[in-house]
């Protein structure tokens, strides 16, 4: 009796018969996890960082404008590798900087980042520097919501990262309160201050000013300087949507040249470019301006 197999039962194909074929589907990126980024060095101090560039460029109109400079490929273009570095200016500080970093890629899962007052100052010294203008509402808010900062943090801090509220409750603190201006605090605010908050207290006292009428009189005192603060502060409330690269670039110019620019603030007046500072140079060379 002879075996039957498969091959005698079933049909075989006809070479001209048609074979079906599963449709492509083409695939979709996830609007939100999938990162254009690449790996990049900085040099701060003598630590190198080595982080992506997502959120730089996601975060950062500054950094946003560098990074999406056409890239060279090779070792030998800037921040490829530990060896060849992106150079942070000198007036960068290590510390400040790795605190940028903890609060841009926290190293652990959590609600909220728990940092120190002096970290969050760092955070709010750099992003308001670099416009990261989520991080430095965080900030703000962090360094409001611990009540850690005294008048005179508000009105130093407030004064030098452009945050308006700060210095007047600097002001109305320094007016409310008992104890009388020190040396060193007067030194800090400078002589023009010292002397109009001194002036709103002793009208406070002699004409037992109303704790409401503070306000309104260092606003009157302080009308220049609030209003320089305050268009300074709406450069960060309402940037524009698209803040070019760090100075003007050359078309002739190497992209790791124009990388010299990390210093760079936006507000800046981009049509008096001889009023700008001296750039950083981020290759080991001499201090020159990019024009």
């Known amino acids: 009796m002879s075996e039957t197999y498969f091959d005698d039962v079933l049909p075989t194909p006809s070479t001209s018969q048609t074979v079906d074929t599963v449709p492509v589907v083409p695939k979709e990126i996830d ?38 400079l056409p890239q060279l490929d090779g070792p030998n273009v800037e921040g490829s590798s530990s060896a060849n570095p992106i150079i942070m200016p000198s007036d960068i500080r290590r510390e400040d900087f790795r605190n940028l970093m903890k609060a841009l890629y926290p190293l652990s899962v959590s609600r909220e980042l728990s940092l120190s007052k002096a970290e969050w100052v760092s955070i709010l010294k750099l992003s308001t520097m670099w416009y ?6 965080m900030a703000i808010f962090e360094l409001e ?4 900062l005294t008048s005179m943090d508000k009105i130093i801090l407030g004064r030098k990262f452009s945050v308006s ?14 104890k009388t201006i020190t040396d ?21 006292l002699v004409n037992a000013l109303a ?8 606003e009157e005192a302080f009308i220049d300087e609030l209003g320089l ?21 050359p078309v002739d110019l ?22 700008a500072p001296a750039s950083y140079s981020t290759t080991k060379k001499t201090k020159k301006k990019v024009r």
Not at 132 to 137: H, T, V, W
Not at 171 to 177: L, N, T, V
Not at 194 to 202: G, P, S, Y
Not at 255 to 274: A, C, F, H, I, T
């Open 31 to 68: 609007p939100d996890f999938y990162f254009e980024s690449i790996f990049v060095v900085f040099q701060v101090e003598n630590c190198l960082f080595r982080v992506p560039t997502h959120l730089f460029v996601k975060e950062s109109q500054v950094f946003a404008g560098m990074f999406r």
């Open 145 to 148: 919501r611990s009540s850690e």
């Open 254 to 275: 190497k992209v790791d040249e124009s990388k010299e620019v990390l210093g760079w603030r936006p507000e800046m007046d981009k049509e008096d470019e001889d009023a």
């Open 165 to 178: 509220s700060w210095v007047v409750a600097g002001f109305s603190g320094i007016i409310r309160r008992t």
């Open 184 to 204: 060193d605090e007067a030194i800090d605010m400078d002589f023009i201050t010292t002397v109009n908050l001194f002036r709103i207290r002793e009208l406070r």
């Open 229 to 249: 603060i305050r268009a300074e502060e709406a450069g960060f409330k309402f940037p524009d949507t698209d803040i070019a690269p760090p100075l003007s670039v």
């Open 211 to 218: 704790v409401a009428s503070v306000v309104p009189k260092i």
């Open 132 to 137: 990261f203008l989520n991080l430095r509402k």
